[in-house]
């Protein structure tokens, strides 16, 4: 479609800044609180945004957690971020498992398992990118499992957006994010409602 | 009656409602403790602001060349980049695409934008069905009413009133639980999700060296929005445009921050086009839809210009004691409270002048704005760019030109308190009160005998 | 004021000239107006050494906003202060031997406590007065709801304003409201009487001028 607009736009636009305005110096004041210890901040915050952040020494025990976790879901569909880990481990009964080479996770997916690119500490937030099972993976069933590692831990935002540049994420994947909790709203008289379309429940497992 | 004669009528319905302003009160309170306990959260709340500010600042002075940048980006990737100087041509863009493409069913996340433009009416027109998935669109959706605040758009209702509507409206409800009535919107905007062929959602960022659209939601909806429809429109002002993805690193906490007090928004979402080769899920489709409508004659006006960077956060609203009283319908506008009065003149005219004089110049606005827009003074620009457009009314000209006059002479200024005096007595003896848009809310002023001035004179002081 | 001033041994002139420093009609948009009255007002005291002035709103238009009236900022602004300001900053003095035995609750004025900074110092000089408790209401910080015109053109939203700040002085069980804006204290005082509220307003300066009687 053509769109005689845009010429038009930027001509009044870069007219309009032939005037500049005086220029911004802010100083330089250190604008965040130091983070600490990684691992101990990253706990905390999980506690603060309802993420059950849960550590394990080995992959033994991150198993466990595991299918403790898909024991206690209904029988039904678990979609899963196709990796040997999950393979190996998986056991098919009760739920049915659907692996992201096979498709998009379904609209009647219990739970999902997928892996995150990193860990923020200092807002307890996960960094997805499309790769972590789809778009879908990460938002579209009710509990979202998430396998991690100790040392996909970063401090800060700033930290995780300069990883997220560094290794290509936004150039190769169509939808980069920050996840930090579960869906939540407070459009009802200001009152916090966990579970609004998003998970109602976020677990990491976070390895050593 | 035209938008200030009607303003005058619905504020002061408001004014005197005071259930309403027992609920706005309730929510201020709520949101004054979380913003101020989230703020304890940065070294240096005020450093913040300033950061943010200048990367704003730094976008709006580069506005032509980081647009540029974007729009690149957004086509390599395979999305479509349609610039709008209007309303009327975004409105045509988006429903000739979704005529073209068949499109039955839209969900839509939140944009303000979307509301200036009023796309749903012209969607409607088309036979399309627009479900609103942010909870607080959804409600005021589902009453047919506009949004109450640009951040909590249901504020003014309460749990009752929420679950009368979803009883009348929806399967399932029997009780006013927050928890329940959540569960509910749940169920029934999810299928609507999982069957719109197109999702429509604003930006809060549009990211220029990552061509980037950045979408932050609490709910999930936003990124339902733009995952599971084939096609993803964004529908996004001009001014957006950020220079970097490090960028985020403040205004994302800072927007958070001053919008509910969270450190960071549950889902901080970054769209850079459809799906690609490799990617199982997503749109097949990309479109960003830039709107200027008034916004580069704003970038003309260098006085003002900063009020571009407002990020729509909404912490201006919540600190305006005018807003507290009278709430965001009495407004009438996209935009409410503080920079809602500030930018509607430069965008729909001198009809909204009125919104710049609703304001005591209390300057609070300004002391929260995260990006330091001066607000309560590009009030007063606004009032005298009132002035000089010839705007006001005949008596206001005149009364300020006799009271130039006065205020020339000493002597006629003191000549005239006491003729005032003199006059409120005869006029209290005789039953008329020339004060009256005083009195009707104020007991007549108890004037002192004598002045001070005349006190001076006689050696008394 | 003058009584107070005279106390700690100022020398008080009172140009009898005076009228309005403009600020009615460069509120209302009407700068031209406001800048001719602004003009005289500056020449009125062109010859004073210190201007102290009863009302943050009027030493507010002098200081924050003669510079973009007249483009730039001159030497002579800075003469001008607003009364709290010009005891705690230039004289230096906290307590003035007053006495005022009762509840007293502060209202803090926009124009004060936003563009000039006035928070603490009338905190401060309230409390070396004998006898004064002094309390904190809720909210002490909000706009009283006068802003000039607006108290005339929006006269509901105005008054409701004032009600709110009188509900938040009602909870501290203040017998008396203080500010240092004669504006703010005019509006409120006659928004009280007209809901028959036993609360009073007085000005600061009233309160530092109260002596104890012997």
Known sequence: MSNPSRGRILGRISTALQQKSPPMSPQARPIFAPVGDLKERFEVECKNNLTECLFTRNAGETQAHLLAILASLDPGIVFAEDMPFLRDRLPYAPHTLQWSSEGAAPESAQATITRVKALVAATGSLLVTSSCGGRRGTIVAPVHIVLANESQLVPDIESALALAEAKGMTTKNSYVGLITGCSRTADIEKLLVIGAHGPKRLVVLVES | ?461 | MARVLRRIGCELSFPEDQTCCGQPAFNSGYWDDARAVAQRFLRVFEKAECVVGPSGSCITMVRKFYPGLFCGVLPTYSKFYEFSEFLTSVAKVEDLGASFPHKVTVHDSCHALRELGIKEGPRKLLRNVKGLELLEMPHAEECCGFGGTFAVKFGMISSAMADTKLQNAVTTSAEFVTSIDPSCLMHLDGVFRKKQSPLKTIHLASILASEATQ
């Not at chain 2, 647009?67 to 000739?96: C, D, M, P, T």
Request: glycine share 8%; proline share 5%; with cysteine.
């Open chain 2, 1 to 461: 009656m035209n938008a200030a004669a009607e303003f005058l009528r619905r504020s002061a319905e408001k004014a005197a409602d005071l259930t309403h302003r027992q609920i706005i009160r309730r929510n201020m309170e709520t949101y004054d403790v979380a913003a101020a306990r989230g703020r304890t959260r940065f070294a240096d709340w005020d450093a913040a602001r300033e950061r943010c500010a200048a990367i704003k600042h730094e976008a709006i002075e580069n506005l032509d060349a980081l647009l540029i940048q974007f729009e690149e980006k957004v086509l390599s990737r395979g999305g479509h980049v349609f610039w709008a100087e209007n309303s009327a041509e975004a409105r045509e863009y988006i429903a000739k695409l979704a005529g073209d493409r068949g499109v039955k069913r839209v969900v839509k996340s939140k944009s303000m934008v979307t509301e200036e433009i009023h796309l749903t009416p012209a969607l409607e027109a088309l036979g399309c069905e627009v479900v609103e998935t942010d909870l607080g669109e959804y409600i005021v959706q589902l009453r047919n009413e506009p949004p109450y605040h640009i951040v909590t758009p249901a504020m003014h209702l309460s749990r009752v009133q929420i679950g009368e509507l979803f009883r009348e409206k929806l399967e399932g409800v029997t009780s006013d639980e927050p928890a329940e009535l959540v569960a509910a919107a749940r169920r029934k905007l999810r299928a609507a999700f999982f069957s719109a062929e197109m999702g429509i959602s604003g930006a809060n960022f549009l990211v220029a060296d990552a061509g980037m659209v950045a979408i932050s939601t609490n709910e999930g909806n936003g990124r339902l929005c733009t995952t599971l429809p084939r096609i993803h429109v964004v529908v996004t002002g001009i001014e957006k445009v950020i220079p970097r993805l490090r960028d985020l690193a403040y205004l994302w906490p800072v927007l958070a921050t001053a919008g509910t007090g969270q450190p960071i928004t549950t889902y901080s979402t970054l769209i850079g086009g459809p799906r690609t080769a490799g990617e199982i899920d997503g749109p097949e489709e990309f479109h960003v839809v830039l709107v200027d409508n008034g916004r580069s004659e704003l970038l003309a006006d260098v006085e003002q210009r900063e009020v571009l960077r407002c990020i729509r956060c909404g912490a201006c609203l919540n600190a305006c004691p005018v807003y507290k009283q009278v709430g965001g319908h009495t407004y009438a506008t996209t935009y409410q409270g503080p920079i809602g009065s500030v930018l509607t003149p430069h965008l729909r005219g001198h009809d909204f002048d009125h919104l710049s004089y609703a304001s005591s110049l209390c300057g609070n606005c300004t002391s929260v704005c995260p990006v330091k827009i001066d607000l309560h003074h590009h009030l007063l620009h606004n009032r005298r760019n009132s002035v000089q457009a010839d705007q006001r009314p005949p008596s206001e000209r005149l009364g300020f030109r006799m009271w130039r006059w006065m205020m020339m002479s000493g002597s006629r200024f003191s000549q005239l308190a006491k003729l005032g005096k003199f006059g409120a007595r005869v006029g209290k003896a005789i039953g008329i009160d020339p004060l009256k848009p005083w009195t009707s809310y104020h007991a007549a002023p108890e004037l002192p005998r004598r002045s001070f001035r005349d006190l001076w004179k006689d050696g008394h002081v």
